[in-house]
């Protein structure tokens, strides 16, 4: 019987087998009838040595060619977003300051203003007061309480009164309109010598003479809000 088997020392056992791929670097096992295996402990490709270094890169921040910690990279971050906020806080704080005294001013030139035009009325009531025929009368005496609550209200509010007669004239709170002749009564620089001397030896008298004119009639009454001069007395003075 005519087999095709032949023993490994023969002609075909003896050929070459088929060499291994280039680059493998690991030896084959041997497979069946004499075939190459698969190869067993190959070394290392480029792949896995790329993904250590993306693994190992993954750890931490790369920043100009330096790998930082994540923990000091958050808090870098972190302090970043504080200042911006502490900044805009800041903002918002001068802000909220500023529309507030810009409210609180507008509301005082409203006031101002409505209580500039209330300053005719005022004096309409008081000059109708005054002027009346009898004094004593319903009218004049209602025209009277009329002036005197709406002073009170305003002064509530703020109000006061510049009436200076017999006081030094202050071009500040005042607005001389005419001179009167000289009046030694007046206590002013025109007459008060005579009163001061008449005050006895020490000579000191709060009718001591002036510097300068001194208000003899107050034409019109001035009037201040809340310590600022709205509008000054009209008044005549001495000299």
Known sequence: MTGSYQPPDGKRASEPGPEP?????????PGPFG????????????????NGEDAGADEGEIVEGEIIDPLVAMTIERDEYLDSLRRLQAEFDNYRKRVAKQQSEQAQRAAVSLVDNLLPVLDALELAATHSPDPESADAKALAAASSLLTSVLAKEGLERIDPVGQPFDPNDHEAVGHLP???????????????????????????????PVVGQVMRPGYRWKGTVIRPAMVMVYG
């Open 182 to 212: 000289a009046d030694p009564s007046a206590g002013g620089a025109n007459g008060a010598a005579t009163a001061a001397g008449e005050d006895g030896a020490d000579g000191e008298d709060e009718s001591a003479p002036h510097d300068g």
């Open 35 to 50: 075939a190459p295996g698969p190869q067993v402990g190959a070394s290392f490709g480029d792949d896995e040595i790329t």
């Open 21 to 29: 791929a280039p680059g493998s670097g690991g030896a084959s096992r």
